[in-house]
């Protein structure tokens, strides 16, 4: 089978079910930022060796494709078996949260992304996973979204930062507070 069709050379694409829509539809730019989002999990797992985290990482890949084919489904369409989220899922998020949150520093202050290249692309991620969240959110005012999509992504964001945080922990590097600039304690 070849990869390209051409059927999408004048700005549409399918969504499972047929449906044919502009490639700038809200929905498709709600799975590719989710698509957007698992490329950076897979860019994570290039800077660390902790099995565990790969292996964590590698089944939140695989529940964002589930994800991504949910939101890619015509709402409109005769309705198809897909994979879908689990309240386990999140429980699973929380869970690897508890568990990482026991080795590490309270948080004293805000802090700037940076100090270690996982740490950097986890806050990347984290910040890509909240704009899929804001998208899903504004495609569910359309269109409802399964609300364990939003609440799945919510929690995925928050995990995102604490494995920043434990990726700064693991390598001994330095979290950065942020240090606010005189203009900003004006008011």
């Not at 047929?18 to 799975?31: D, F, P, Q």
């Not at 369409?77 to 994979?83: D, E, F, G």
């Not at 100090?115 to 569910?140: I, M, Q, S, T």
């Not at 950065?176 to 005189?182: D, E, L, Q, V």
Request: with cysteine; net charge negative.
């Amino acid at each position: 089978m070849k990869i390209y069709t051409k059927t999408g050379d004048n700005g549409t694409t399918s969504l499972i079910g047929g449906t044919r829509v502009s490639k700038a539809h809200l929905r498709i730019e709600t799975y590719g930022t989710v698509d957007e989002l698992n490329s950076w999990l897979g860019m994570i797992q290039s800077d660390t060796r902790q099995q565990e985290i790969i292996l964590q990482l590698r089944s939140i890949q695989n529940l964002l494709f589930s994800i991504g084919s949910l939101l890619a489904a015509d709402p409109d369409a005769q309705p198809m078996k897909l994979p879908g989220l689990e309240e386990t899922d999140i429980q699973q998020l929380e869970q690897a949260m508890d568990t990482m949150d026991m080795v590490l520093k309270p948080l004293q202050n805000f802090i700037l992304p940076g100090g270690h290249p996982a740490n950097a692309k986890a806050h990347v991620a984290r910040c890509v996973c909240r704009r899929a969240e804001r998208l899903a959110v504004a495609l569910d005012q359309l269109s409802p979204v399964d609300p364990k999509i939003l609440k799945y992504l919510n929690r995925l964001s928050d995990f995102l930062f604490v494995l920043a945080r434990y990726f700064s922990h693991l390598e001994n590097a330095d979290e950065i507070p942020w240090i606010a600039t005189k203009s900003d304690t004006k008011n």
